[in-house]
């Protein structure tokens, strides 16, 4: 049987290509405009400045200047993070661990909270990837959320678990990278 009514989805953009936060990104907007509260947690990001904080600031400014609602009151991004944490071997700093703890005690109290109408966790599945947040304790409180709450993860490698209890999996695979040519990132497409 088919279920046909509406409720709020949990969704992943996972995979090794380019635009799993874009994508996130693209709907956080799409749900901002349509009058929706957003919030955007970043959870490893945070020491490099990014071209969505000054969008978000830019679409406030222009909202204000034709009258319109502040974009704030819609759409909030919260660097949560240091930016890149040491994996591979070497021992994770605490400082990283602790920060990716509190940026998890934030995400599940806005998703619980009922403030929100979509909270995107982006970066989360390689906090979880890294062993650095437990998948079930994410799930558990995916679980729980509000009935009209939406939540989207981010990040490579998503964690089996959460594939299994998400609605949405999209996974981004790359074809073609202007790395593969030496190019670098480009501001604004990358960052």
């Known amino acids: 049987m088919t279920e046909t009514s509406r409720r709020g989805l949990i969704v992943i953009n996972t995979g090794p290509g380019k635009g799993k936060t874009t994508a996130a990104l693209g709907t956080a907007l799409r749900a901002a405009g349509n009058g929706m509260r957003v919030l955007i947690l970043q959870f490893l990001k945070?020491?490099?400045?990014?071209?969505e904080l000054d969008a978000v600031a830019a679409l406030d400014q222009a909202l204000a200047q034709t009258g319109g609602p502040p974009a704030g009151q819609n759409i909030v991004i919260r660097q949560m993070g240091r930016?890149?944490?040491?994996?591979?071997?070497a021992e994770t700093d605490p400082e990283d661990l602790r920060l990716v703890e509190q940026a998890w005690q934030d995400a599940a109290e806005a998703i619980l909270s009922g403030e929100w109408d979509l909270v995107v966790l982006d970066e989360i599945n390689y906090a979880i990837g890294y062993k650095m947040l437990d998948a079930e304790k994410v799930a558990e409180t995916l679980r729980q959320k509000p009935?009209?709450?939406?939540?989207?993860?981010?990040?490579?490698?998503?964690h089996p678990t959460l594939v299994e209890l998400a609605d949405t999996v999209t996974e981004m695979r790359e074809v073609k990278h202007a790395y593969q040519?030496?190019?670098?990132a480009q501001r604004g497409i990358e960052f």
């Open 181 to 184: 040519k030496g190019i670098l």
């Open 147 to 158: 009935e009209m709450v939406h939540v989207i993860l981010t990040g490579r490698n998503a």
């Open 46 to 51: 945070g020491s490099w400045h990014y071209g």
């Open 83 to 89: 930016g890149f944490v040491k994996v591979g071997g």
